[in-house]
Each structure stands twice: as C-alpha cells, then as structure tokens.
C-alpha cells in the first residue's frame, strides 16, 4: 500500500490502525463519561454493599490515627500548634487531605490489575479505571468530614470563611493522587511486584508529610525543598481552610507546579503503555 | 451493497519470551538482569535477548464484509481468531494494516464481562450494559426485555453470586442479545448454557441480523451452528486467512485441515485380538516423502502399507477406495483383481507399495480408506476409513480451462488428417 494512499476517507466511522487510538482518546474519554460513571457507582456500591465496617472504616481509622498522632507530637514531643486550634483539630484537618491520598493511590495504583478482565475484553480509554477508583476515596473523604464537623462542635472552634476555598484543594488532591496512581498502575501492570513498593510509598510519605504537626517547624530555608512535596501544600490549604491558619503561598505554588509536573508525567506514561495493557495484563 | 468492514494487511505480532511462563515482567527480573549485564565481561554479547522471539498471530489478512451479512469465523485454537476479534474490537492494535469500519461495533467476547458478584442482577445489568457500550437510557428502554429474556424476574435483587451458573449466563446473554449497534462480535459465548437456552440465543442471533439488518462476525467451533447462522465464514489458519467462502464450503476446508495436516502417515499397535492388521500406512512421492500438500496432476504418488499377520490366513485379500470430496466412492481397488483368487498368507509382516498412476485424478479433493479383511472370518477385518485425505492442484501444464468430473486421463486420440 503506497503512503499517498489517504486514508482520512470521511464515509468511515472507525479506522482501527497502529497508532490510531491516539487520535480518538480525547474524544472517546468524554464518549465513554457514562462508564466512568458506573464504574465509580460499582466501585462505591460494592464498597459500602458488603460490610457495615465499609463505611464504619473511613471513621474510624483516621480517627484513632488522629488520636494517636496527638498523643505522639502534642503529649509527649511537646510540639505546639503555631495557629490557633487546638492540636487534635489541626491533626484531623491535616488527616483528611492524607488519609485520601494514601487512598486513593492504594486503590488506584491495583485498579487496573484489579480489572483485568475488562481490560481484555472491551474497548474504552483505560484511564477510566484508575479515574473511578479515586471517585471511591473522595466520597470516603466526605465521609470522614462527618467527624471533622463534631471535633468543630466538640472544641467549639467555628470553622473559617476560607471553608469556601476547599474544592479547589480538593481538586488539587485529587489531580496530585491520580497523576500519581496513573504512573503507578502502569507501572504495575508491566511490573507485577512493584504493588509491594506502594504501600511502603505511602508509609514513608506519612513521615515526609506533615500530618500530625504543622509545616511551620520546618524552617524558612529548607521551607522550598520540602514543599517539593506536593502534599505539604494541599495539607497546609486544608488548614488555611478548615482553621484559618496561616497559609505559606510561596511552598503552595511549587505545590502546583509538582502536581502538574506529576500529572502530565502520569497521563504521558499512561497513555505510552496503554496500548499494551491489553497485551501485559 | 458497499462493505460495511473492510480489512486491509492487517498483522499483528507478539513477542513471545521462552525464559517463562509468566507473560508479564516483575522488576526483580529486569533489575538482575541489568545488574549481570553491568558486571558481564561480555556485555555486548548480551544485547540480543535470545529468550525472546516475534510471533504473528495474523499476517496480511484482507476481507470485506458487507451490510447485514451474517459471518462465521472458524480455525483451530491459536489460528488468529481471537486476536482478528480483539483488534476489531480495538482492545488491542494491529501492529500494520488497518479495518476501516462503518457503524457502532459492540463485541461481545464472554458473556458477562464486569458482572460483579455482590451487585444485584438489577445492578448488574446496568453496570454490563455500560461496558458492553449502551447508554442509560437504552437499557432503560430494554430493561423489561432483558429480564424477561433472562427469566430472572424473581431474583431481580439477589446479588448475583447467588445465582446459578444457568441464570448467570441467561441474564449476561440477555444484555449482550439487546445491544443495538451496527456491527456485532461474538466470541465462542453460546458454549456455556444449556441447549434449550442456546437454541434460544441463536434464534435472537439469527433475528438481530435477517430482520434488523445488523452484521454479525461469530467465533464458534461449533460448525453446525455456523453452517446455520451464517452466509459466509472465512477460516483462518496460522494468522492467514486461507478461506472466505459459503459455510458450508469454508467448513469442508476446515475438516480437510484438521483430519489431515501433515497426517498421511498411519503407525498403528499391535492387535493381537485380529489374525491381520494394517501397521503402518503412508501416502508417499516418489522420493518417499509423506505427502502433505497438494499433488500436481501429473505427479505420481504411492500409497505404502505394511500388513502384520498374527495368524494363518486361507483367504486375505486387501483393498483401498478413494472418495471424492462429496463422499462418493469413485474408485474401490482390490488386490484380488491382479490374478482373481484370495491371497493365502503366514504370520509375519507384508508390505506393498502402490502406485497411482499418473495422470489419474482430476483437481479436487480426496479420501482414501484402506482395508485386509479375512474373508472366512469377518470379525478379523481391519479397515481404516477416510484414513488420508489428499488433494490433487491443477498445475496447469496440460490445461486451458477447468475440467469437470473426477478422473483426469490423457487419452491417444489417433488424430490424423484423413482427407
């Protein structure tokens, strides 16, 4: 077949050939928004269907971890809170940000092993899958909200007026954990005992992270390299939000540009396997 | 009518690797092997991977298929099929070629792909109608259908581990059936079921595709079913497409390839229950190889048997047949001819070596049945039916046009000018 052959010929609907998919995706990804949509539907069913403890989970855990956290930096290091709630508060509002990022990547960095056979059997953009999976730890996220409205009513804390800003920082986690568990499930399905390195990830994380004290210890000059951690950003706009506390805007834009940096990383690196995931999985 | 599917040299290659079984790397394995070749002395020797080796589940396949036709698939595992239909169904890429397609393609390559176990049937027909490409609303619009085809009304709401493997495929068939796209594929789907319900499924098949007008490519390795639904098939043998015909045609291709294939060549145990047996046969040309692909008309070719007798026998006698490829005997050749009296012989082993005489057989395809009988004792009679099948190519030396009939002679027509 000579290369002048054109093979843009517009009386056909589909034209399947190396490469091709490429094209497409975009326009396929928002063809196919009614699978995300029931993927993530499935995906949040099954999770609270089966056990009561589902739901009861997303409680308790980051509770106890909070408590725990408390004890730990509060009690016994003695650190102190640099803004104006009490520690448990600021633990729990550095908790949520967290406990959805560790989440998040966990479920999405196994989902699309975890969907094997949808892989090889039908046609849509793979990035679906590990999308849906993330929807499953936001509404985990707002149920762990649920506590964070009573340790308000408990400490008798009002909120602040910066509450309003909290969707963007939601975004920002959301696009951060799934840039990262798009490189990871990639990365997964082309090399099966790399799942062992991911919760590892997240653990060392919760120490790099700071969760349960305020990023304000760190000092003014290693403030930039640690704010390569593009958690510390969202972590410190969840406080700035939820307390009020002071916010360092120079550590959250190299926050974003992390994220970004990780997310086009994620989507290229996706995108680059994707088309043998079919063929690997 | 225009094609509706037009494929193109269209290949695909694997990479297959002998270090394992595993298809997938872990990173240990790539880690070590980074680390010896680092340390090896001979690193360049080591940049061809020898463990590793390219394999074309399909090379260069073209077909066309247009509107409404109804067409069948058929090879042997690992023949291409399965690949062809996930390319189609773009679950994989093609590694050249292309398929230029018009309509919606919904494939369905197992029944109840994404079916969730903890999830109700309700849910469940959602959740797969969603996968198999439909949007809410026509599920919606199909729901009462497809309950009632699955009959499952009463365990609407049950998860759907707790149904019985029978309701399990009722209901994932019963979504697939009330797809409505253009271009349907089904794979080998209707093995599972049991036969009141795969008559059943056939049967919407058969509706989707002569009423609605919808085109239909089916993997089965049932032929009968294929013979049935289907106007066309292709067959598919090693990646390449080798056939694309009427059913029935493409099937009696099929059944050629499967008995035959490099199989003219019969070793056979002792029986010792038979005063005579054949032990060995093969079908052989002139320089003694087996043959396995086709025979020029003026070729000679030899049928070779070895004969055990385990027993004095007063009256053997030895024949073969040959059929043409309708089943009808054309020949039955029968040693006795030679001098017209039984043949006496003692335990031990006899051989012969038969030669067809060239020309004899016309282009086409034959079965050749081999037997020794006893003629006092019948229950002794060892016959091979259909044992070989050979095919007879027209190599077009002698020939300006396609000849009728079965037997190819080539006659002294004493032709003179007589005045």
């Known amino acids: 077949m000579s290369k002048a052959e054109p093979l843009e010929d517009k009386s056909w609907d589909l034209i399947i050939e190396s490469g091709r998919t490429e094209r497409n995706y975009w326009r396929d990804l928002w063809r196919f928004r009614e699978l995300f949509y029931i993927l993530s539907w499935r995906d949040i069913k099954v999770r609270y269907k089966q056990t009561f403890i589902g739901g009861a989970w997303s409680i308790i855990r980051p509770l106890l971890t909070t408590i725990i956290f408390t004890i730990v930096f509060s009690r016994i290091a003695k650190l102190q809170n640099p803004g104006a709630a009490p520690y448990a508060l600021m633990v729990f509002a550095g908790m949520l940000p967290w406990q959805f990022f560790s989440n998040a990547l966990s479920e999405s960095s196994n989902s699309l092993i975890g969907n094997a056979n949808l892989i090889t059997k039908v046609y849509f953009p793979r990035m679906i899958i590990p999308a849906s999976s993330v929807i499953t730890s936001l509404v985990d996220l707002g149920i762990s909200f649920i506590i964070m409205i009573g340790m308000y009513i408990w400490y008798h804390y009002p909120p602040s007026w910066n509450i309003i800003f909290l969707p963007v920082f939601i975004l920002l986690a959301f696009l951060c954990s799934f840039g990262i568990g798009l490189y990871l499930t990639a990365v997964n399905v082309k090399y099966r005992d790399f799942k062992y390195i991911i919760p590892f990830i997240v653990q060392f994380g919760l120490y790099i992270t700071p969760v349960g004290f305020s990023s304000s210890i760190i000092g003014e000059k290693w403030r930039w390299l640690y704010s390569l951690n593009p958690m510390v950003g969202i972590i410190d706009g969840f406080r700035w939000c939820l307390l009020g506390d002071q916010m360092h805007w120079n550590s959250f834009y190299i926050s974003i540009i992390i994220i970004s940096l990780f997310l086009w990383l994620g989507i290229y690196y996706f995108r680059k396997m994707e088309r043998t995931f079919a063929d690997n999985i | 009518m225009s094609s509706i599917i037009e494929v193109r040299n269209l290949s695909k290659s694997y990479i297959i690797s002998h270090e394992g079984k595993a298809h997938y790397k872990t990173l240990r394995d790539v880690m070590t092997r980074h680390a010896k070749n680092f340390f090896s002395v001979h690193r360049t020797l080591n940049n061809q991977d020898p463990g590793k080796e390219e394999f074309w589940a399909l090379k260069d396949v073209n077909f066309e298929i247009k509107q409404g036709e109804r067409v069948g698939i058929i090879g042997r595992n690992g ?281 004899l057989f016309n282009k086409g395809r034959y079965y050749l049945t081999i037997g020794c009988m006893d003629n006092d004792e019948e229950e002794n009679n060892h016959v091979l039916p259909d044992v070989f099948t050979f095919e007879v190519a027209d190599s077009k030396r002698f020939r300006t046009y396609p000849r009728p009939g079965n037997v190819f002679k080539i006659f002294n027509w004493n032709f003179n000018r007589i005045n």
């Open chain 2, 79 to 359: 023949a291409g099929k399965s690949t062809l239909l996930k390319i189609l169904s773009r679950i994989t890429e093609p590694t050249s070629g292309n398929i230029k397609i018009k309509g919606r393609v919904a494939s369905l390559l197992e029944v109840g792909t994404g079916f969730h176990p903890e999830l109700s049937g309700r849910e469940n027909i959602f959740l797969n109608g969603a996968i198999l490409g439909m949007t809410r609303l026509e599920i919606k619009k199909h729901f009462d259908e497809i309950v009632d085809f699955a009959e499952i009304e009463k365990f609407l709401d049950t998860p759907v581990k707790r149904y019985s493997s029978g309701m399990y495929v009722r209901l994932a068939f019963a979504v697939a059936a009330h797809l409505e796209p253009e271009i349907l594929v089904v794979d080998e789907v209707l093995a599972v079921g049991d036969a009141e319900f795969q008559k059943k499924c056939l049967g919407k098949m058969e509706d989707v595709s002569k009423n609605q007008g919808r085109t239909v490519l089916f993997v089965s390795h049932n032929l009968g079913v294929i013979n049935t639904l289907c106007n066309r098939a292709v067959l598919l043998k090693n990646g390449s497409l080798i056939s694309n015909d009427t059913p029935d045609k493409v099937i009696s291709e099929y059944m050629y390839y499967t008995t035959n294939e490099g199989h003219n060549h019969i070793i056979l145990e002792d029986d010792l229950s038979k005063s005579i047996q054949i032990k060995e046969a093969k079908l052989v040309l002139e320089d003694d190889s087996i043959v396995d692909s086709a025979i020029d008309i003026p070729e000679k070719y030899f049928l070779k048997i070895l004969f055990k007798v385990h027993k004095f026998i007063r009256n053997a006698h030895f024949t073969f047949e040959i059929k043409d490829a309708e089943h009808r005997v054309i020949l039955f050749a029968d040693k006795t001819d030679e001098k017209g009296s039984y043949e006496s012989v003692l335990p031990g082993l006899y051989g012969c070596k038969i030669e067809i005489p060239n020309p």
